[in-house]
């Protein structure tokens, strides 16, 4: 009787120590874990935490006048070579940032160059769009003619799209962003 006893007290005993190991190990797990990624809507400076409390998805009040892009740049350098058709540091770069399509479904992104002299060039369309963590990110290339001994100005800006697929632009201009472009030197 004393040896079943004995055994059963050990028994009990590891089931605990495997239990209570389990507990322990995935409550350290949960508490380092980091639920945050680098794109959530939280490190967005765009972002509405009010706005987002009560409302999410494209079935939120549209408001053209939220259609807004932001990035930190306002100046880029570009390396100092000679034209190419590959895309390099002389002749194309990215541009990203922030952005918020005030409640309408998808956004398309534009840029135009602006050479010296007040030429406006022909406006580009780009395969980008502001992504559910509300950035966007796209490649700018070169245009020919470009004087690398001054500084030209590019304008980019955004349009939001509603469910006709039309594409509508914010009269209040909060959609566009300017940047200085020149070579190093």
């Known amino acids: 009787m004393y040896m079943k006893l004995?055994?059963?007290?050990?028994t009990q005993t590891q089931l605990?120590?495997?239990i209570?190991?389990?507990?322990?190990?995935?409550?350290?797990?949960?508490?380092f874990q980091n639920c945050a990624g680098?794109?959530?809507?939280?490190?967005?400076?765009?972002?509405?935490?009010?706005?987002?409390?009560?409302?999410?998805?494209?079935?939120?009040?549209?408001?053209l006048n939220s259609a807004?892009?932001?990035?930190?740049?306002?100046?880029?350098?570009?390396?100092n070579g000679a034209d190419s058709a590959d895309c390099n540091a002389a002749n194309c770069f990215d541009i990203g940032g922030f952005c918020e399509t005030g409640g309408y479904s998808g956004s398309v992104f534009i840029y135009q160059w602006t050479l010296v002299g007040g030429v406006a060039q022909t406006e580009v369309r780009v395969p980008a769009s502001c992504d559910d963590n509300g950035r966007f990110n796209f490649r700018v290339h070169i245009p020919p003619g470009f004087d690398r001994t001054k500084s030209h100005s590019?304008?980019?800006y955004m349009k939001v799209i509603d469910e006709n697929r039309s594409e509508l632009i914010n009269p209040s201009?909060?959609?566009?962003?300017?940047?200085s472009v020149r070579a190093r030197s």
């Open 68 to 79: 807004i892009i932001r990035t930190s740049v306002t100046e880029v350098l570009i390396d």
């Open 6 to 10: 004995k055994r059963l007290w050990h």
């Open 20 to 31: 209570w190991t389990f507990v322990w190990g995935f409550g350290l797990l949960l508490a």
């Open 154 to 156: 590019l304008r980019i």
């Open 16 to 18: 605990f120590a495997a």
């Open 38 to 63: 680098m794109g959530d809507a939280g490190s967005n400076p765009l972002y509405s935490s009010y706005m987002g409390s009560y409302c999410l998805g494209v079935n939120c009040g549209k408001d």
């Open 173 to 179: 201009g909060t959609n566009a962003w300017n940047y």
